[in-house]
């Protein structure tokens, strides 16, 4: 039988031939010349990898949707997708008596994320001119009655080129999903194992003295979202708001996973107890959240 050419093409790829003769005429190749082998492979492999991740991006970009709609997420330069009967259109008017809608005409989805370092003075620079801007980084809207109340929690140790990046990117989404919020960083000193839990604990209560927020959102300072129609209000259920990082090539590592950023109501935050504070050093207090 004729083989058929998918099969004659595998067999006679070089890759195929190489192994092939090396099996039959073994040859022992000199040191630096085995060495060069394994740069070009893993040169190979990273490239390769870098390839997936960046197809896997734009095919969630293009497919995936958030927070259960089932609007298309795109970017800027596709209006059409961004523009559905799902969200209000350009010209639509709201009463300041009346709850502020969840999907406002101005959330187009894929946003630009500015990494270029700045530093806090020019954060207040930049937000001095919002006159709405309180101090400790509290606002609301004014054409609406916000739907949800938080307050973000930033656990916080040695991040001082981010926490500026951080405020850059996040209060306008936070603006455009028309929330009342603030930010509370907390910061720990001393030279201790790093205790994320124990700081999203003190941060919960030290903002309720503060206000009378209705939804909290623990927020890991060095990540931002992509997208701003990845609404940042709370819900009936707790809320993974990170689960595609860039990091992990957009997909979840595990399906337990519960890290980055995760929003509950602070009825079901007292529910759960909080956080765990046992845990010193990288990692666990999610796992541990989602138990809960």
Same mark, same amino acid.
């Given at each position: ?27 022992? $190749?000199?040191?630096?010349?085995? =060495?060069?082998?394994? @740069?070009?492979?893993?040169?190979? =492999?990273?490239?390769?990898v870098k390839t997936i991740g960046h197809m896997i991006r734009l095919y969630t970009n293009k497919n995936a949707?958030?927070? /259960? ?12 997708? !961004?523009?559905?009967? #799902?969200? =209000?259109?350009?010209?639509f008017t709201y009463s300041p008596y009346q709850p502020c809608p969840e999907k406002l005409p101005y959330m187009?989805? &894929? ?41 973000? =929690? ?22 455009? @999903?028309?929330?009342?919020? !603030? ?8 030279? @201790? ?6 700081? &999203?604990?003190? /941060?919960?209560?030290?903002a309720m003295k503060d206000n009378d927020w209705d939804c909290v959102i623990f927020h890991d300072v060095d ?19 990170? !689960?595609?990082?860039? #990091?992990?090539?957009?997909? $979840? ?5 519960? /890290? ?18 046992? &845990? ?13």
């Open positions: 039988m004729t083989p058929s050419p998918r099969h004659v093409f595998l067999d006679a790829s070089p890759k195929w031939g190489c192994w092939e003769r090396r099996r039959r005429e073994p040859a022992i $190749l000199p040191a630096n010349t085995y =060495l060069f082998m394994v @740069q070009a492979r893993g040169i190979m =492999l990273k490239e390769n949707t958030l927070n /259960g709609t089932d609007v298309p997420e795109g970017n800027n330069s596709s209006d059409s997708l !961004a523009q559905t009967m #799902k969200y =209000l259109p350009e010209n187009r989805g &894929f946003i630009d994320v500015n990494m270029s370092e700045i530093s806090l003075d020019e954060i207040q620079q930049i937000f001095s001119n919002d006159l709405d801007v309180e101090p400790g980084g509290r606002w609301k809207p004014k054409d609406c009655k916000p739907r949800w109340k938080i307050a973000v =929690l930033i656990p916080f140790r040695n991040r001082h080129e981010h926490l500026p990046i951080f405020f850059r990117h996040l209060i306008p989404v936070l603006q455009k @999903q028309r929330l009342e919020f !603030a930010f509370y960083v907390v910061e720990q000193t001393g030279v @201790q194992p790093f205790n994320r839990a124990m700081l &999203f604990n003190i /941060g919960f209560k030290e990540h931002l979202p992509e997208n701003d129609r990845n609404y940042y209000g709370c819900s009936e259920m707790p809320r993974h708001f990170a !689960a595609k990082l860039d #990091k992990y090539m957009y997909i $979840l590592p595990y399906s337990e996973f519960f /890290g980055g950023v995760s929003g509950l109501t602070v009825e079901q935050f007292r529910k759960i107890n909080g956080f765990p504070n046992a &845990f010193w050093g990288w990692g666990g207090e999610d796992d541990d959240l989602w138990n809960r």
